[in-house]
T-cell receptor
Framework: GDSVTQMEGPVTLSEEAFLTINCTYT??????LFWYVQYPGEGLQLLLK?????DKGSNKGFEATYRKETTSFHLEKGSVQVSDSAVYFC??????????FGKGTRLSVIA | NAGVMQNPRHLVRRRGQEARLRCSPM?????VYWYRQLPEEGLKFMVY????????ESGMPKERFSAEFPKEGPSILRIQQVVRGDSAAYFC??????????FGPGTRLTVL
């Protein structure tokens, strides 16, 4: 079946550092790809998405590019802030199918 | 436009009791999904419903768990005779046809 693999955490960075969280997927067909963020004690918020190959999703300084040739959707941000500390989930779905999630990567940003 | 609403936010039950979790989707959304998150783990799909129909329940345990999404009112996830292993955060998401899913704040179930 379809699956998502993302880098294990936790990741600890200093403020203003560059962030990369790796995500690769295995899927038949043409999935849409997503990054969700979860702050402590809260639900998941959609951070960005891409629906076809070479699409770049971006939001709040975060971006990720749908790479079909490497089946990847890595999350990047040029300069992280303390407020970015959260758990980040990579996920895929096809049409109305349920989301398939990676295990999540906890990010801590220290001042 | 209100987001996805879930209640209660926290629920404590003793072993053997029943737990009822409610989810009101966003306005205009007819697709509802339930996911479970165990501590320090990702989210696992449980069940996908449209109004009055269960579309996919492949992630839901066959015993003690049931879900519904009636024509009127919220979607309900029901867990009968809860056990300690049911302690988790349960999230509901809703969407329009072929659109991204939006999540509620979750219900954190603790079984004593």
């Amino acid at each position: 079946g379809d699956s998502v693999t993302q880098m294990e955490g936790p990741v600890t960075l200093s403020e203003e550092a560059f962030l990369t969280i790796n995500c690769t997927y295995t899927a038949t067909g043409y999935p849409s790809l997503f990054w969700y963020v979860q702050y402590p004690g809260e639900g998941l918020q959609l951070l960005l998405k891409a629906t076809k190959a070479d699409d770049k999703g971006s939001n709040k300084g975060f971006e990720a590019t749908y790479r079909k040739e490497t089946t990847s959707f890595h999350l990047e941000k040029g300069s992280v802030q303390v407020s970015d500390s959260a758990v980040y989930f990579c996920a895929l779905s096809k049409g109305n199918t349920p989301l398939v999630f990676g295990k999540g990567t906890r990010l801590s940003v220290i001042a | 436009n209100a987001g996805v609403m879930q209640n209660p936010r926290h629920l404590v039950r003793r072993r053997g009791q029943e737990a009822r979790l409610r989810c009101s989707p966003m306005k205009g959304h007819s697709h509802v999904y339930w996911y479970r998150q165990l501590p320090e783990e990702g989210l696992k799909f449980m069940v996908y419903l449209q109004k009055e129909n269960i579309i996919d329940e492949s992630g839901m345990p066959k015993e003690r768990f049931s879900a519904e999404f009636p024509k009127e009112g919220p979607s309900i996830l029901r867990i009968q005779q809860v056990v300690r292993g049911d302690s988790a955060a349960y999230f509901c998401a809703s969407s329009r046809q072929y659109n991204e899913q939006f999540f509620g704040p979750g219900t954190r179930l603790t079984v004593l």
